[in-house]
């Protein structure tokens, strides 16, 4: 079974940095293209960067320039980094799958963004 396990996030500045990290097992990991996702309070979830298993990247344009998603498939771990946050920015962070069929979501890992 898919198992998908967020870390990294926290309390951080406007302007600061976070690194997340995202831990999969029980899949041939390589193979699929994987993003980063978030879902604000009250609002849905969304994909916001995601990367393909020739490690194509793209980003949704509001963190466009700021964020950097990357990957390690010896490790089966997908990364953000997140730079110049914004209050905006804070929301639940998730990884999966970019695909109509996901794999069971992760407990995500809050990100909260204020001075």
């Known amino acids: 079974q898919v198992r998908l396990v967020e870390a990294g996030g926290g309390l951080v500045q406007p302007g600061g940095s976070l690194r997340l990290s995202c831990a999969a097992s029980?899949?041939?990991?390589?193979?699929?293209?994987m993003g980063w996702y978030r879902q604000a309070p009250g609002k849905q979830r969304e994909l916001i960067a995601s990367?393909?298993?020739?490690?194509?990247?793209n980003y949704t344009d509001s963190v466009k320039g700021r964020f950097t998603i990357s990957r390690d498939n010896a490790k089966r771990t997908v990364y953000l980094q997140m730079n110049s946050l914004k209050p905006g920015d804070t929301a639940v962070y998730y990884c999966?799958?970019?695909?109509?069929?996901?794999?069971?979501w992760g407990q995500g890992t809050q990100v909260t963004v204020s001075s």
């Open positions: 029980g899949t041939i990991f390589s193979i699929y293209t």
């Open positions: 999966n799958r970019v695909s109509p069929v996901t794999f069971p």
């Open positions: 990367i393909t298993s020739g490690r194509i990247a």
